[in-house]
Every structure is written in structure tokens, then in C-alpha cells.
């Protein structure tokens, strides 16, 4: 099955799934596993929580850069659906 997916909201959900996947994401290690910059990263980041995900920076150590994120809620977004397609998001980010 193909799934036709907008580039924009697939790189949201692939992000949604690295952050529930991977140990303490923060941005230079989301940048280092994606090949995405900075930049793209921090905006994917902001526009999160107006999909209804809650996400929320765990801060670790004096800088304010120090910590990583974490999803605490789902919102109306399928984990399991996310990771079940995750290759098909991976083709329409690549292809967007």
C-alpha cells in the first residue's frame, strides 16, 4: 500500500517517532540520525503541539541546550500506526 503523504506533515510524524524511539533526542543528535538541519529540526519541533502532541524538554545540566525531549502525549496521533509506516514516511519525505 502506498500512502500519498504530504512531505511537511511526514517528516512530523517520522520526527514523533524518533523522539518515542530513540534515547534522550535532542537536536545535534536528531541532526546526526536525519541528515536534517538545525533548523528544520527546531521547526518541526514548534509546530508539535499544534498537531495536539505534548512535548516536553527534559532539562539535564546548567545550559539551557542541556536535556532532551520526550513525547508525554499522544494526542490523536497512533503511535503504532507511525511506526508501522515508518518507511512509507521515510519515501515521502525523501520524494516531497
Same mark, same amino acid.
Given at each position: 500500500?502506498?500512502l &500519498?503523504? &504530504?512531505? %511537511?506533515?511526514?517528516?512530523?510524524?517520522?520526527?514523533? *517517532?524518533?523522539l518515542?524511539?530513540?534515547?534522550k533526542?535532542?537536536?545535534?543528535? $536528531?541532526? =546526526?540520525?536525519?541528515? *536534517?538541519?538545525?533548523?528544520?529540526l527546531?521547526?518541526? $519541533?514548534?509546530?508539535?503541539?499544534?498537531?495536539?502532541? =505534548?512535548?516536553?524538554? %527534559?532539562?539535564?545540566? %546548567?545550559? &539551557? &541546550?542541556?536535556?532532551?525531549?520526550?513525547?508525554?502525549? *499522544?494526542?490523536?496521533?497512533?503511535?503504532? *500506526?507511525?511506526? +508501522?509506516? +515508518?518507511?512509507?514516511?521515510?519515501?515521502?519525505?525523501?520524494?516531497?
Amino acid at each position: 500500500m502506498s500512502l &500519498n503523504l &504530504n512531505s %511537511v506533515f511526514a517528516r512530523r510524524l517520522y520526527l514523533c *517517532w524518533l523522539l518515542d524511539n530513540e534515547q534522550k533526542s535532542n537536536v545535534p543528535k $536528531l541532526m =546526526e540520525i536525519t541528515g *536534517w538541519p538545525r533548523r528544520t529540526l527546531q521547526d518541526v $519541533l514548534k509546530a508539535l503541539p499544534g498537531m495536539g502532541i =505534548e512535548l516536553e524538554f %527534559v532539562q539535564q545540566g %546548567v545550559r &539551557n &541546550n542541556d536535556g532532551y525531549y520526550q513525547i508525554s502525549g *499522544w494526542g490523536p496521533l497512533d503511535p503504532q *500506526w507511525i511506526g +508501522r509506516h +515508518r518507511e512509507q514516511l521515510l519515501d515521502a519525505i525523501e520524494h516531497g
